[in-house]
Nanobody, 121 residues
Framework: QVQLVESGGGLVQPGGSLRLSCAASGRTFLEYVVYWFIQPPGKEREFVSSIGRSGSILYADSVKGRFTISRDNAENTVYLQMNSLKPEDTAVYYC???????????????WGKGTLVTVSS
Protein backbone atom coordinates (compact mmCIF):
# COMPACT_ATOMS: atom_id res chain seq x y z
CA GLN A 1 0.00 0.00 0.00
CA VAL A 2 1.01 3.59 -0.64
CA GLN A 3 -0.49 6.49 1.28
CA LEU A 4 -0.45 9.92 -0.36
CA VAL A 5 -1.14 13.19 1.45
CA GLU A 6 -1.41 16.49 -0.40
CA SER A 7 -0.84 19.89 1.14
CA GLY A 8 -0.27 23.48 0.08
CA GLY A 9 -3.61 24.42 -1.43
CA GLY A 10 -5.41 27.63 -0.66
CA LEU A 11 -6.73 30.90 -2.02
CA VAL A 12 -4.47 32.90 -4.33
CA GLN A 13 -5.01 35.89 -6.60
CA PRO A 14 -4.70 35.59 -10.38
CA GLY A 15 -1.03 35.75 -11.35
CA GLY A 16 0.06 34.38 -8.00
CA SER A 17 1.92 31.21 -7.07
CA LEU A 18 1.45 28.16 -4.89
CA ARG A 19 3.52 25.06 -4.23
CA LEU A 20 1.72 21.81 -3.62
CA SER A 21 3.33 18.87 -1.87
CA CYS A 22 2.51 15.18 -2.05
CA ALA A 23 4.04 13.17 0.77
CA ALA A 24 4.15 9.41 0.26
CA SER A 25 4.48 6.60 2.76
CA GLY A 26 4.19 2.85 2.60
CA ARG A 27 5.66 0.80 -0.21
CA THR A 28 8.79 1.92 -2.01
CA PHE A 29 8.07 5.30 -3.47
CA LEU A 30 10.64 4.83 -6.19
CA GLU A 31 8.55 2.07 -7.80
CA TYR A 32 5.86 4.51 -8.89
CA VAL A 33 5.21 7.23 -11.39
CA VAL A 34 3.62 10.12 -9.48
CA TYR A 35 0.90 12.26 -10.99
CA TRP A 36 -1.08 15.41 -10.33
CA PHE A 37 -4.67 15.53 -11.52
CA ILE A 38 -7.26 18.24 -11.13
CA GLN A 39 -11.01 17.97 -10.78
CA PRO A 40 -12.75 21.22 -11.63
CA PRO A 41 -16.29 21.64 -10.31
CA GLY A 42 -18.69 19.39 -12.18
CA LYS A 43 -16.00 17.76 -14.30
CA GLU A 44 -13.99 14.55 -14.32
CA ARG A 45 -10.40 14.35 -13.16
CA GLU A 46 -7.92 15.69 -15.68
CA PHE A 47 -4.19 15.03 -16.06
CA VAL A 48 -1.91 17.90 -15.05
CA SER A 49 1.59 16.49 -14.77
CA SER A 50 3.62 13.38 -14.03
CA ILE A 51 7.14 12.52 -12.99
CA GLY A 52 8.60 9.11 -13.63
CA ARG A 53 10.88 6.89 -11.64
CA SER A 54 13.91 8.18 -13.54
CA GLY A 55 12.70 11.77 -13.53
CA SER A 56 10.94 11.90 -16.91
CA ILE A 57 8.30 14.62 -16.88
CA LEU A 58 5.06 15.32 -18.74
CA TYR A 59 2.70 18.30 -18.57
CA ALA A 60 -0.76 19.03 -19.87
CA ASP A 61 -0.66 21.72 -22.54
CA SER A 62 -2.70 24.04 -20.31
CA VAL A 63 0.06 24.24 -17.67
CA LYS A 64 3.25 24.08 -19.75
CA GLY A 65 5.54 26.95 -18.90
CA ARG A 66 3.62 27.75 -15.70
CA PHE A 67 3.82 24.60 -13.57
CA THR A 68 6.91 22.63 -12.56
CA ILE A 69 6.86 19.14 -11.07
CA SER A 70 9.75 17.72 -9.07
CA ARG A 71 10.40 14.84 -6.71
CA ASP A 72 12.63 14.34 -3.70
CA ASN A 73 13.07 10.59 -3.42
CA ALA A 74 14.96 10.88 -0.14
CA GLU A 75 11.94 12.66 1.38
CA ASN A 76 9.33 10.57 -0.52
CA THR A 77 7.75 13.81 -1.68
CA VAL A 78 6.63 15.22 -5.01
CA TYR A 79 6.08 18.93 -5.52
CA LEU A 80 4.04 20.97 -7.98
CA GLN A 81 5.18 24.57 -8.26
CA MET A 82 2.38 26.59 -9.82
CA ASN A 83 3.09 30.07 -11.16
CA SER A 84 1.02 32.60 -13.10
CA LEU A 85 -2.15 31.03 -11.77
CA LYS A 86 -5.41 31.69 -13.58
CA PRO A 87 -9.02 31.48 -12.37
CA GLU A 88 -9.48 28.41 -14.57
CA ASP A 89 -6.82 26.61 -12.50
CA THR A 90 -9.34 26.53 -9.65
CA ALA A 91 -9.91 22.89 -8.74
CA VAL A 92 -9.22 20.16 -6.25
CA TYR A 93 -5.68 18.94 -6.95
CA TYR A 94 -5.05 15.24 -6.42
CA CYS A 95 -1.80 13.36 -6.13
CA UNK A 96 -1.81 9.84 -7.54
CA UNK A 97 0.63 6.99 -8.08
CA UNK A 98 0.74 4.32 -10.75
CA UNK A 99 3.15 1.93 -12.37
CA UNK A 100 2.47 2.80 -16.02
CA UNK A 101 2.99 5.95 -18.03
CA UNK A 102 -0.49 7.23 -18.80
CA UNK A 103 -2.69 10.33 -18.67
CA UNK A 104 -5.80 8.46 -17.60
CA UNK A 105 -7.12 8.77 -14.06
CA UNK A 106 -8.53 5.26 -14.41
CA UNK A 107 -5.02 3.76 -14.50
CA UNK A 108 -3.91 5.03 -11.09
CA UNK A 109 -3.20 2.61 -8.25
CA UNK A 110 -3.34 5.08 -5.35
CA TRP A 111 -4.89 8.48 -4.68
CA GLY A 112 -4.58 11.16 -2.09
CA LYS A 113 -7.63 12.98 -0.75
CA GLY A 114 -6.89 16.19 -2.62
CA THR A 115 -6.20 19.80 -1.77
CA LEU A 116 -8.33 22.72 -2.95
CA VAL A 117 -6.77 25.51 -4.98
CA THR A 118 -8.88 28.61 -5.55
CA VAL A 119 -7.65 31.36 -7.86
CA SER A 120 -9.74 34.45 -7.39
CA SER A 121 -9.44 38.15 -6.77
Amino acid sequence: QVQLVESGGGLVQPGGSLRLSCAASGRTFLEYVVYWFIQPPGKEREFVSSIGRSGSILYADSVKGRFTISRDNAENTVYLQMNSLKPEDTAVYYCAAGQTYTRSAYDMDYWGKGTLVTVSS
